[in-house]
């Protein structure tokens, strides 16, 4: 197992990261994603742990809180050091909704003030921790300026509720707009983006992966695997398993055309090494350079065990080409203007060894 610098910090994290969305199984929506229970829990994150994974990835909606409380019980009955391991959660959506008096309430949700300060302290009692090492904003919230968001983030990291804090799903403008406020406050800044990035989805690439380069922000991918559409298990011609996620639970929405052009182009290369697709699949994130730790979750050892495989997965300059080719995402405006323009600049940069 390799392990990364988290953005601009001095922390490490391991290149994959285990996901407990399949943790619960409570509620409707989650009961389609996984319905583990704690035993489970304890196997995979076991399994993971001895693989030298030391990153866990939850949040507070996750099975309605549940996945939070079987990740901490999970740490707990395996004994795991709590400077072993870096554990994540993420604040956001409607929480609150076993409330006896007839639901969550109308500030249950969000990324106000209210709602952060309120969210901590349930994910930590849920977790069983003193301190949660990176906290995430789930999602952009268009009700809350996004000042008063940074500063209730630079609150708990100062009264040592947390560690670090990240965002997840935001815009490259909306992540700059909230680094230049922390800049401008002396308040403490976003170091990660949870964001979505499969070799069938690489929409990241136009405007959020130069922004992290720009600002030195890591990159924890969610669903590498296109919500199993990667996994090799699907095809063209309509046929899937039934038992699969995507049967019951059709997320994220991928190009369907793509994404098999982006399998079949991956199968020879999985036969050739004798693994599977998915494997391919998650080893070509590895290898691109804005990727800090990627998100994997499992409903079984095997499949977990397939998963950790990745790390091992060493692609051929023409096997990237070839994925390169076959994923490259259709030319946009400024994009193909950018390039254009910034031609000859490029040529003076490499010329005098400069990137």
Not at 33 to 53: F, N, P, T
Not at 148 to 165: F, K, N, W
Not at 228 to 243: I, M, P, Q
Request: hydrophobic share 40%.
């Amino acid at each position: 197992m390799n392990y990364r610098k988290l953005g601009n910090t001095g922390l490490f994290v391991s290149e994959l990261c285990l996901g407990t969305m399949t943790f619960g199984g409570r509620g409707e929506m989650w009961q389609k994603i996984g319905d583990l229970h704690q035993a489970d829990a304890d196997r995979l994150v076991g399994r993971a742990l001895e693989a030298g994974v030391n990153f866990i990835d939850t949040a507070d909606v996750y099975s309605q809180g549940e996945s939070e409380v079987m990740t901490g019980q999970a740490l707990k009955n395996l004994g795991v050091a709590r400077d072993d391991v870096v554990v994540a959660t993420k604040v956001f959506g409607t929480t609150g909704g076993d409330n006896p008096h007839g639901g969550p309430g109308v500030n249950n949700r969000g990324a106000s003030r209210y709602h952060i300060m309120e969210g901590v302290k349930a994910s930590l009692k849920r977790l069983q921790l003193e301190h949660i090492d990176l906290y995430q904003i789930h999602g952009f919230d268009p009700a809350t300026p996004i000042e008063e968001t940074v500063r209730a983030l630079h609150t708990l990291v100062e009264h040592g509720h947390v560690r670090y804090v990240g965002v997840s799903n935001w815009a490259a403008w909306q992540i700059v707009k909230a680094l230049g406020i922390a800049r401008q406050h002396g308040w403490h800044r976003f170091e990660s983006l949870q964001a979505y990035y499969t070799l069938a989805g690489r929409d990241l690439e136009r405007e959020l992966v130069p922004m992290m380069a720009s600002e030195n922000l890591g990159l924890m991918v969610w669903s590498p695997l296109a919500g199993g559409f990667l996994s090799g298990k699907y095809h063209r011609d309509g046929e899937t398993d039934a038992a699969n996620r995507r049967a019951s639970f059709d997320f994220p929405p991928v190009n369907r055309e793509r994404v098999f052009d982006c399998v079949e182009a991956m199968a020879p290369m999985a036969e050739q090494r004798g693994v599977s697709v998915a494997r391919i699949a998650l080893g070509w994130l590895l290898h691109q350079p804005a990727v800090t730790s990627v998100i994997v979750g499992a409903k079984r050892l095997e499949q977990l065990d397939d998963n950790l495989g990745a790390t091992e997965i060493r692609l051929t300059p023409e096997e990237l080409a070839t994925l390169e080719a076959v994923s490259a995402l259709p030319s946009e405006y400024p994009g193909w203007m950018l390039t254009r323009q910034g031609e000859a600049r490029r040529e003076q940069l490499a010329q005098s060894g400069e990137r």
